[in-house]
């Protein structure tokens, strides 16, 4: 091995080699040990000069980057150190000696002072230069890398500031969505569950300060005929019209949202002329027909303008309230279908029965009274056979709207079949039924029954009347009881009313109310 002495002696050697050995990026067989174990010993003073594969060995503990021999201006600022800077003066004051003994060699002999001078102007022109390119010129390198570095790192932080700020901005519109989406699928969840338009109607008002908060707003439907829109609900301070013609709407008109911006005075729809609002008017299109119409406008005077998170709402919930009331304008046309006449309007049977097992059961707790009575129309068949079928349904369609009228909310009234009817009072003692059926059975003869213009002249009825619960305690008993009263009438000679024996087991036993 070298001792420290041989190693000091071969120091000259060293940067040539060094520098071979970087510039080639390996440091082993081509390089001599001396130089080797040298260079090793001068990076623990140059921290810069590490090499990479020395690097790689070693754990990193702060070490700097490798410094690439020939591009100084690279150096790390660690290598800016007071021992780097003496080196430098000392090899430059060296080589400058060596360059003076050299040169005075070969000149001729001269005075001290000369020799001085000569000395000294060397020793400028080598410190300026080294100093320069192996201290100032990095430094100034470094500085301006710095300087830019700091420009960079300044205009990243504006660049992270400014996508922070973005991104909080889409977080709160996130947040936003997400809340109108969930008041949305909540709604939707809601109109399914109603039964009743009036229950929709609730909770559409609701709704609608919590989906347009800042907005007045309006759902208007159409009525059966299709020739009229009628208000279904309002919302806010401004209190629309009742009743809004669809062709003085632009929205039903064109099919599509209509937005008016305050300046836009000549497109504003007629039901809003005479203002200078901003207003959004939505068709509410379900199975490609429309259903009404969704109307919004600033709330408040001195609101001017229709939110932006309101403008684009607005499209979703009017899509949504349309198809929800659009199946439960179905779900009621299926359920009068299912429960009701089609000629009359009246409840079918069906619908009858189930009824009227609810409220005798509901009589029976209350200990109450209940009535059935049995209607028929007398001689509708030869009535028929006179005038024709027609004339008939149309005779059937009068009675019907006449049972109507005499019938109370709580009563039932409905077509039994043919040209029977059934009408269920509630809460109603016999004597009083009698009295009921005696009123409808005088208000049959004033009825004008007029057909193409022909006059079909008058009818009469019979009915038939068990009471809850003399007659029975059943729906059975007392459709049986009633029937039979019924049967007596039309066997005593029709149009009379007859009350129904009591319920005690024989009819020798009974006594039967009729009137006349």
């Known amino acids: 091995m070298w001792?420290?002495?041989?190693?000091?002696?071969?120091?000259?050697?060293?940067?040539?080699?060094a520098v071979r050995g970087l510039n080639s990026g390996r440091w082993g067989d081509d390089l001599p040990e001396p130089c080797?174990?040298?260079?090793?010993?001068?990076?623990?003073?140059?921290?810069?000069?590490?090499?990479?594969?020395?690097?790689?060995?070693?754990?990193?503990?702060?070490?700097?980057?490798?410094?690439?021999?020939?591009?100084?201006?690279?150096?790390?600022?660690?290598?800016?150190?007071?021992?780097?800077?003496?080196?430098?003066?000392?090899?430059?004051?060296?080589?400058?000696?060596?360059?003076?003994?050299?040169?005075?060699?070969?000149?001729?002999?001269?005075?001290?002072?000369?020799?001085?001078?000569?000395?000294?102007?060397?020793?400028?022109v080598l410190v300026v230069p080294a100093l320069y390119y192996f201290q100032l010129r990095p430094m100034r390198q470094h500085l301006r890398e710095r300087d830019e570095l700091e420009a960079r790192i300044s205009e990243r932080t504006a660049d992270l500031s400014r996508t922070s700020q973005e991104l909080q901005a889409s977080l709160q519109v996130l947040e936003k969505t997400h809340k109108e989406d969930s008041l949305i699928?909540?709604?939707?969840?809601?109109?399914?569950?109603?039964r009743t338009t009036r229950e929709s109607v609730d909770i559409l008002q609701l709704f609608g300060h919590k989906l347009f908060p800042k907005e007045c707003g309006a759902v208007y439907s159409y009525r059966a005929s299709r020739n009229l829109l009628e208000l279904a609900v309002a919302w806010g301070s401004h209190q629309p019209e009742a009743i809004l013609d669809p062709e003085h709407c632009w929205a039903l008109r064109r099919g599509r949202p209509h937005l008016v911006?305050?300046?836009?005075?000549?497109?504003?729809?007629?039901?809003?002329?005479?203002?200078?609002?901003?207003?959004?008017?939505?068709?509410?299109?379900?199975?490609?027909?429309?259903?009404?119409?969704?109307?919004?406008?600033?709330?408040?005077?001195?609101?001017?303008?229709?939110?932006?998170?309101?403008?684009?709402?607005?499209?979703?919930?009017?899509?949504?309230?349309?198809?929800?009331?659009?199946?439960l304008d179905l779900r009621d046309k299926l359920r009068d279908q299912a429960?009701?006449?089609?000629?009359?309007?009246?409840?079918?049977?069906r619908y009858f029965e189930e009824t009227a097992d609810r409220e005798l059961h509901r009589a029976e707790c209350r200990d109450g009274g209940a009535a059935i009575m049995l209607i028929d129309i007398d001689h509708f068949k030869r009535f028929n056979d006179t005038h024709g079928h027609d004339a008939g349904d149309a005779v059937l369609k009068k009675f019907a709207m006449l049972l109507q009228t005499k019938a109370r909310v709580e009563d039932i009234a409905c077509r039994h079949g043919g040209e029977e009817?059934?009408?269920?009072?509630?809460?109603?003692?016999?004597?009083?039924?009698?009295?009921?059926?005696?009123?409808?059975?005088?208000?049959?003869?004033?009825?004008?029954?007029?057909?193409?213009?022909?006059?079909?002249?008058?009818?009469?009825?019979?009915?038939?009347?068990?009471?809850?619960?003399?007659?029975?305690?059943?729906?059975?008993?007392?459709?049986?009881?009633?029937?039979?009263?019924?049967?007596?009438?039309?066997?005593?000679?029709?149009?009379?009313?007859?009350?129904?024996?009591?319920?005690?087991?024989?009819?020798?036993?009974?006594?039967?109310?009729?009137?006349?």
């Open 3 to 17: 001792n420290r002495r041989a190693k000091a002696r071969q120091t000259l050697f060293v940067p040539r080699y």
């Open 339 to 349: 429960i009701r006449d089609p000629l009359t309007g009246l409840f079918n049977r």
């Open 36 to 124: 080797l174990t040298i260079a090793y010993e001068a990076s623990e003073l140059i921290p810069g000069w590490v090499p990479v594969d020395i690097r790689d060995a070693m754990p990193y503990s702060g070490v700097p980057a490798p410094i690439r021999p020939g591009s100084m201006e690279n150096h790390n600022p660690s290598a800016f150190s007071p021992a780097r800077l003496v080196l430098i003066i000392a090899a430059v004051i060296f080589f400058e000696e060596l360059g003076t003994l050299l040169l005075l060699n070969l000149l001729p002999p001269m005075t001290d002072l000369v020799e001085s001078l000569i000395d000294a102007s060397l020793l400028v």
């Open 421 to 516: 009817f059934a009408l269920l009072l509630s809460g109603v003692p016999l004597d009083v039924a009698i009295s009921r059926a005696g009123q409808l059975r005088e208000a049959v003869k004033d009825l004008e029954l007029r057909y193409r213009g022909d006059t079909l002249g008058t009818i009469s009825i019979s009915c038939g009347i068990a009471a809850f619960p003399d007659h029975g305690r059943s729906l059975s008993e007392l459709m049986a009881a009633s029937d039979r009263a019924l049967y007596d009438a039309k066997h005593q000679g029709r149009d009379r009313v007859v009350a129904a024996f009591t319920a005690n087991g024989s009819r020798e036993n009974s006594t039967a109310s009729v009137t006349r």
């Open 261 to 327: 911006e305050p300046t836009d005075v000549s497109l504003h729809c007629r039901h809003l002329e005479g203002t200078s609002i901003h207003s959004l008017c939505i068709p509410m299109m379900a199975q490609g027909e429309a259903t009404g119409v969704l109307m919004l406008r600033p709330a408040g005077e001195n609101a001017s303008l229709i939110s932006r998170d309101s403008l684009r709402v607005a499209p979703i919930v009017a899509e949504q309230i349309a198809l929800a009331l659009s199946n």
């Open 185 to 194: 699928a909540e709604l939707v969840d809601l109109l399914q569950s109603c």
